[in-house]
């Protein structure tokens, strides 16, 4: 008799955009640990805004509104220092492509009493989910095809992601 191998992961759309803000955050030079803990306690707030970016690239082609976020007033080394919710990430925000300079010029105008630095870290989030949809839909398309080659070529494919194998 066979034995299960287990249960397959399915992922969800916000575990997809968690991953994807904290491989942005780690791209941006903040460590990884780091990262995860600013998606963790900021995904309220993260979570508005990558849903406003998915938006976008749904109903908008321009890259003028493209959704960029942006992490101002950021003091990773040094806000720890101080006592607050997230030390060194007093900021998180949002803006269309067209918006950012004015958004850059608030922040580097920016200096209440060197507790807000004049520091700004920008991702357009709507590019990177722009990529990570193409390679999702390319990967599903690789699978795809290979299935339809093994089953013309008479073989049996290969079991689908999210699928438990029986072992022997």
Known sequence: MG???????KYTSTELHRLILTLE???LGIPPATAVS????????????????????VHDE????????????????TGSL????????PNINRCK?????DSIKRWMAMNQ??????RALVVNL???????????????????????????????PLPKAGKARKHK
């Not at 321009?62 to 080394?77: E, Y």
């Not at 009493?113 to 004049?118: E, L, M, N």
């Not at 722009?130 to 013309?152: C, I, Y």
């Open 113 to 118: 009493d060197d507790r807000v630095p004049p």
């Open 38 to 57: 600013l998606v963790n306690t900021s995904w309220n707030k993260l979570k508005a805004i990558m849903g406003t970016a998915e938006r976008a690239i």
């Open 126 to 156: 709507s590019a990177r989910l722009r990529a990570f949809h193409t390679a999702l839909a390319d990967a599903h398309m690789d699978e795809v095809g290979a299935e339809r080659r093994a089953t013309l070529a008479g073989e049996q």
């Open 82 to 89: 101080r006592d607050e919710e997230f030390p060194g990430v």
């Open 97 to 101: 492509l067209s918006e950012l300079p």
């Open 3 to 9: 034995v299960l191998a287990g249960a397959a992961l």
């Open 25 to 27: 955050f780690c791209e």
């Open 62 to 77: 321009s890259p003028s509104n493209d959704i960029i976020i942006h992490l101002g007033g950021v003091s990773l080394r």
